[in-house]
Nanobody, 120 residues
Framework: QVQLVESGGGLVQAGGSLRVSCEVS????????MAWHRQATGKERELVAA???????NYVDSVKGRFTISWGNAKNTVYLQMNSLKPEDTAVYYC??????????????WGQGTLVSVSP
């Protein structure tokens, strides 16, 4: 079974920084791409940042220049470095991964979510 384990959320003041991480565990052949989504209270879930196996990245316009998505050394972990945080960044952040499982199935896996709260 493939699982994503997220960590690093918390409370920070506006202008501060946080880093959230997400590790893939379980039987996999490869990770094609990983991403961070977020959902604020009363709003739809949105894609924040994504990275693929070739290290290509993309970001939602509202976080460009402030957030950076990157792979860990083993490429089974992805980080989202969030700088210059704003109250409107407050949301539950979800990690996702598109993987080729050990049984050669293409899977989209979601993490449990981690709360990021930014105070004014």
């Amino acid at each position: 079974q493939v699982q994503l384990v997220e960590s690093g959320g918390g409370l920070v003041q506006a202008g501060g920084s946080l880093r959230v991480s997400c590790e893939v565990s379980g039987s996999i052949w490869s990770i094609n791409a990983m991403a961070w989504h977020r959902q604020a209270t009363g709003k739809e879930r949105e894609l924040v940042a994504a990275i693929d196996s070739g290290d290509s990245t993309n970001y939602v316009d509202s976080v460009k220049g402030r957030f950076t998505i990157s792979w860990g050394n083993a490429k089974n972990t992805v980080y989202l470095q969030m700088n210059s945080l704003k109250p409107e960044d407050t949301a539950v952040y979800y990690c996702t991964a598109n993987v080729l499982s050990g049984s050669l199935k293409n899977l989209d896996v979601w993490g449990q979510g981690t709360l990021v709260s930014v105070s004014p």
